[in-house]
């Protein structure tokens, strides 16, 4: 069954950090590329980051931009995102979803609340 | 950035009516390699992920009921949901993949009326 499932969310005070984690399993994790999208509570869905098949590249959307940072470990078929100087507009359920092979985001995990709170 | 819009905000709608649902985008995404709209709807629940219901702006999704129908080309597409069931009510999106840095229409709410 292929899945993905995201870990490590939690409450976090402004300023701080966290790292969140995203667990693939039920395909070749190191063939597709993997994104992270957000959904503060009530809202929309707000796209996040997005890295390659390999690692090699990586993009962000403005508003995590220096802050975030997207990585994998294809051995252990592991996805990370991690964020630091963190503010309150972070707060949000982050998903994990796959980039399939037509482009969209095909697979999404159950997602990860992380709340940044003093 | 590509600006994805939506219209209406929400809608109610009879159960097996038609339900149509609208997205604009501020630059096309119709690519010009190999003629595709990179433009995706998605479907999402309360308390759940987002589910892919149609990519490349008019094909189904494996497993996808074929009364969910997306439509159009360039900046202005469509879905449409051709007799409404109880089990679509929920928040769709639609989301332009042909630029690196994704975006999201600010979603739609379907109920039922």
């Known amino acids: 069954q292929v899945s993905l499932v995201e870990s490590g969310g939690g409450v976090v005070q402004p300023g701080r950090s966290l790292r969140l984690s995203c667990a693939a399993s039920?395909?070749?994790?190191?063939?597709?590329?993997i994104h992270w999208v957000r959904q503060a509570p009530g809202k929309g869905l707000e796209w996040v980051a997005v890295?390659?098949?390999?690692?090699?590249?990586?993009y962000y959307a403005d508003s995590v931009k220096g802050r975030f940072t997207i990585s994998r470990d294809n051995s252990k078929n592991t996805l990370y995102l991690q964020m630091n100087s963190l503010r309150a507009e972070d707060t949000a359920i982050y998903y994990c979803?796959?980039?399939?092979?037509?482009?969209?985001?095909?697979?999404w995990g159950q997602g990860t609340m992380v709340t940044v709170s003093s | 950035d590509i600006v994805m819009t939506q219209s209406p905000d929400s809608l109610a709608v009879s159960l097996g009516e038609r339900a149509t649902i609208n997205c604009k985008s501020s630059?096309?995404?119709?690519?010009?390699?190999?003629?595709?709209?990179?433009l995706a709807w998605y479907q999402q629940k309360p308390g759940q992920p987002p589910k892919l219901l149609i990519y490349?702006?008019?094909t189904r999704e494996s497993g996808v009921p074929d009364r969910f129908y997306g439509s159009g080309s360039g900046t202005d597409f469509t879905l449409t949901i051709s007799s409404l069931q109880a089990e679509d009510v929920a928040v769709y999106y639609c989301?332009?993949?042909?630029?690196?840095?994704?975006?999201f229409g600010p979603g739609t709410k379907v109920d039922i009326k």
């Open positions: 890295i390659s098949y390999d690692g090699s590249n990586s």
């Open positions: 490349w702006a008019s």
């Open positions: 039920g395909f070749t994790f190191s063939d597709y590329g």
């Open positions: 979803a796959r980039d399939g092979i037509h482009g969209a985001l095909d697979i």
């Open positions: 630059h096309s995404v119709l690519s010009s390699s190999n003629n595709k709209n990179f």
């Open positions: 989301q332009q993949y042909y630029t690196t840095l994704f975006t």
